[in-house]
């Protein structure tokens, strides 16, 4: 899937404009945009009403292949090499538990963190080119990606919305 880059990018000098144009685009029916701001902040968050994290079904599965692979690593190893002592089953399932559990938490640990980053998009090898370094210091940027056609009319309602600045962006 190739990345639009071509669109529309707002700069907002205030918190509150940026809220208003992120309300104004949601009741115009736009959903694809990307928030730039320098500072994360919980009413950006509330208003994009974003979904749950499918990081945890990583986490999940990982715990999940950790589990069965700690369990079949000592019954297989017990099978194949059996240590018989004071008549005690070969296979025994309480000695088991603690490697299950170790290696539950170690492949759940790991597979959170690729989840994590596979989710984020990390590693970017290169900057978006709507990126602008005032949103690393005070200022609130809204990209909209569009075609050529409808970028003069998403710059016309990013004005209306408030935005200090717009620019078209084509790369």
């Known amino acids: ?10 700069i907002f000098p205030y918190l509150d404009t940026l ?20 500072v994360p902040r919980h009413e950006i968050e509330a208003i994009l009403e974003r979904g749950v994290s499918p990081v945890r079904y990583w986490t999940f599965f990982g715990g999940l292949i950790g ?17 018989i002592t004071g008549g005690k089953p070969i ?5 088991f538990f603690i490697i299950a559990f170790a290696l539950t938490i170690l492949s759940g640990a790991i597979s959170t963190i690729l989840g994590m980053l596979w989710h984020i998009r990390l590693p970017r090898i290169q900057v978006e080119a709507f990126y602008d370094p005032r949103f690393s210091q005070d200022t609130f940027g809204l990209w909209v990606p569009c075609s050529p056609v409808q970028s003069q009319d998403m710059a016309t309602l990013l004005r209306s919305l408030g935005a200090e600045e717009v620019h078209l962006e084509r790369a």
């Open 91 to 95: 296979v025994s399932l309480p000695a």
């Open 1 to 10: 899937m190739k990345a639009v880059n071509t669109g529309v990018l707002g």
């Open 67 to 83: 589990a069965i692979t700690g369990f079949a690593l000592t019954v297989v190893t017990s099978i194949r090499y059996p240590l």
């Open 19 to 38: 809220l208003q144009a992120i309300r104004g685009l949601q009741q115009a029916g736009y959903r694809d945009f990307t928030v730039l701001a320098p």
